[in-house]
């Protein structure tokens, strides 16, 4: 399969494609340049993995929203949720157990542990707030 472009319009519908890396890259970058032809072999042995490309030059509200802080960057996203991400060039093999490390994950377990931190975090929101009277 070969990599998508992914801008803010289209990002939303990709990402909730089942297993998606996003490599975040700009065209003046040197390691982004050596990056790409690693991924883009990785996505023809990967037909069931959606590969997208950001480029941060293009869609910087999307590198933002990521946190991208050098490039490349490689985020990887299951059902819409964010993994993690990891910047630097990745050989081959790690992308391969990358993915999967992903395709073993137990997603009810993964939103489970997402929503005990959110109430967790309610909590201690609710306990700092000063006192109503």
Not at 39 to 51: G, T
Not at 121 to 133: E, I, Q, V
């Given at each position: 399969?070969?990599?998508?472009?992914?801008?803010?319009?289209t990002?939303?519908?990709?990402?909730?494609?089942?297993?998606?890396?996003?490599?975040?890259?700009?065209?003046?970058?040197?390691?982004?340049?050596?990056f790409?032809?690693i991924?883009?072999?990785?996505?023809?042995?990967?037909?069931?993995?959606?590969?997208a490309?950001?480029?941060?030059?293009?869609?910087?509200?999307?590198?933002?929203?990521?946190?991208?802080?050098s490039?490349?960057?490689?985020?990887?996203?299951?059902?819409?949720?964010?993994?993690?991400?990891?910047?630097?060039?990745?050989?081959?093999?790690?992308?391969?157990?990358?993915?999967?490390?992903?395709?073993?994950?137990?997603?009810?377990?993964?939103?489970?542990?997402?929503?005990?931190?959110?109430?967790a975090?309610?909590?201690?929101?609710?306990?700092?707030?000063?006192?109503?009277?």
């Open positions: 399969m070969a990599t998508v472009q992914v801008t803010e319009e990002f939303k519908d990709t990402v909730q494609q089942g297993i998606v890396l996003i490599d975040f890259w700009a065209a003046w970058c040197g390691p982004c340049r050596m790409a032809p991924f883009e072999e990785a996505s023809e042995r990967h037909p069931d993995v959606v590969f490309k950001v480029d941060t030059d293009a869609e910087q509200n999307l590198a933002a929203g990521f946190r991208v802080q490039i490349p960057t490689l985020a990887v996203l299951r059902d819409g949720i964010l993994l993690g991400s990891q910047p630097g060039v990745m050989p081959p093999e790690v992308i391969d157990d990358v993915i999967r490390q992903v395709k073993e994950l137990d997603m009810d377990a993964v939103r489970r542990e997402i929503e005990a931190e959110r109430v975090a309610a909590g201690a929101d609710s306990d700092s707030a000063p006192p109503t009277s």
